[in-house]
């Protein structure tokens, strides 16, 4: 049986600086204008503007945003292992937003029609690299490769 493997983007805390250039390439790719607060990797500050981490999608092995997707437009890609939105699908009720237990899925994105919708990292699934790992300065940010959890339960089963 062949192996299916997940990607899955990774941020070592103890070299990001916060220089947020890889949510200024997230939101140019996503948007076609320089906007942080508009990627899908979050670059958190404290109150006084002092870099604290960054929230990128963990695209879960049983992603509770997709359970919870009332319009059926968060999905996971049983090949690749990612989660993604369609922005025209979605009806903006918030419940990817609500459940998601990293807080890593916001109400900033738009779609074609500009009606606000969820919005988070889809590990840029149509590039063999996402654009957050070739900027990172660093290189803090890095996909990992996994077996998924359904051929690794499979095989423990044996």
Known sequence: MPKLKHRKIRVNPDLC?????????????????????????????????????QLVCKHCDEPECVKACMSGTMTKDAETGLVSNDPDKCMGCWMCVMVCPYGSITDKGTNSKKQKTALKCDGCKDLDTPVCVLVCPTKAIMVEETESLLIRSMQNEK
């Open 17 to 53: 600086t916060g220089c947020t250039l890889c949510a200024e390439a997230c939101s140019v790719r996503k948007f076609g204008a320089v906007n942080p607060r508009h990627a899908g990797i979050t670059i958190m500050r404290d109150l006084f503007e002092r870099f604290e981490g």
